[in-house]
Structures are given as C-alpha cells and as structure tokens.
C-alpha cells in the first residue's frame, strides 16, 4: 500500500507525539521521588497550591462511604494503623514518622488510585492528592 506523502507525514507525528508523551508519563512514573517532589508534582498537575487543611479534611472525612482514610490510617497518622477490614498493619502516613513513604511515584499513584476509591469512591483529583500530601508533611515529631 502507497501511502501520500501527507499520510507518511501524519502517521510519523502521531508516533513522535505518542512517543513524546510516553516518555513524559513514564519519567513521572518510574520517579523516585521525595515527598516535595511528588507534593510538586501533584500541585503542578492541579495548577494550583496544595491547602493542607483540605487534606486534613479530605482524610478524616467519609465522603458518604464506609470508611475514611483514618479509618485505617488514624486520625493523625503518625503512628502506625491497621486495615479497617482485614487487620492489617500499616505503618505511619506522615513523611517525618515514615521516611519511605511517597518516595516512590509509582507506590504512591497505586495506593492512592486504591485508596481514594475506596474513600471516595472515585480517583482523587491531583489537587485532593497534594492537599492531603501537603497536609501529612506538616506533621512533625
């Protein structure tokens, strides 16, 4: 099959677009991060500056649903928490309390992506996840 030279030229800028946007997806993806870095980045996707006293809100609100994150969590999640459902332990939310969490980009989508629609029932926006981020690096020992 001949394909127009207008078609060649379409075809080779949707794969240059797809290929320019893959590897931005990605370079978020794979990121290792610090908790600012991911706070940043979530701020930057809500084009607008996280509130932590939303995610204050956010976390220990049930939205209507059975459960809110301090369910889980603890109302002040310094200290490690267990699943409301299985028992689970958890270990501490707050950055300063857990110097692994929201070190990893793709971790933190994961258990957010699961947590949220849990909670909320729905993903959280990027502005819900840096209120709630900008919100647990407040808390300080």
């Not at 590897?23 to 509130?51: K, M």
């Not at 049930?62 to 809110?68: C, I, L």
């Not at 629609?117 to 808390?139: M, P, Q």
């Amino acid at each position: 099959m001949k394909l127009s030279p207008f078609a060649k030229s379409l075809i080779q800028s949707v794969v240059l677009l797809l290929i320019v946007a893959a590897l931005a997806l990605t370079s978020v993806a794979v990121h290792a991060a610090t908790p600012a870095e991911l706070l940043s980045n979530y701020s930057a996707q809500a084009g607008s500056p996280a509130v932590p006293a939303r995610g204050q809100q956010l976390f220990i609100t049930r939205h209507g649903r059975e459960w809110s994150c301090a369910s889980c969590h603890g109302a002040v999640p310094t200290q490690a928490g267990k699943h409301a459902s299985t028992g689970k332990p958890i270990n501490a939310m707050a950055p300063a309390f857990n110097p692994e969490r929201f070190t990893d980009a793709a971790k933190s989508e994961k258990w957010f992506r699961r947590n949220c629609n849990d909670v909320v029932g729905r993903e959280c926006t990027a502005a819900e996840k840096a209120d709630v981020l900008s919100w647990l690096l407040t808390l300080k020992p």
